[in-house]
Nanobody, 120 residues
Framework: VQLQASGGGLVQPGGSLRLSCVAS????????IGWYRQAPGKQRKWVAS???????KYADSVKDRFSISRDNAKNTVYLQIYSLKPEDTAVYYC???????????????WGQGTLVTVSS
């Protein structure tokens, strides 16, 4: 099952955006799906994950403004971002993930991601 992120765009600071991660097949059997982001000139970092039972995990830096959810019927995982800040500017990716201690391992190939630009 391949995952592809979409829904990015140019947003003003303080705005909101919902990103979608659409799967090429059923996500019901995928234990966990995560979102990552890569800011310009920086490494890709994990931001949130959701398990098949809908338990969620967030990076401390985003937990107050990001919300991850999944719709198994639509084979889609969403990332809702509130109160966007310029530092949220990044390419956002989704992937199958696995918890590994305090970190997360990405299990699949990386798609193209979706660019979120926060600017006035």
């Amino acid at each position: 099952v391949q995952l592809q992120a979409s829904g990015g765009g140019l947003v003003q600071p303080g705005g909101s955006l919902r990103l979608s991660c659409v799967a090429s097949g059923s996500i019901s059997s995928i234990n966990a799906i995560g979102w990552y982001r890569q800011a310009p000139g920086k490494q890709r970092k994990w931001v949130a994950s959701i398990f098949s039972g809908s338990n969620t995990k967030y990076a401390d830096s985003v937990k107050d403004r990001f919300s991850i959810s999944r719709d198994n019927a639509k084979n889609t995982v969403y990332l809702q971002i509130y109160s966007l800040k310029p530092e949220d500017t990044a390419v956002y990716y989704c992937n199958k993930v696995k918890p590994f201690g305090t970190r997360w391992l990405a299990l699949g190939s990386w798609g193209q991601g979706t660019l979120v630009t926060v600017s006035s």
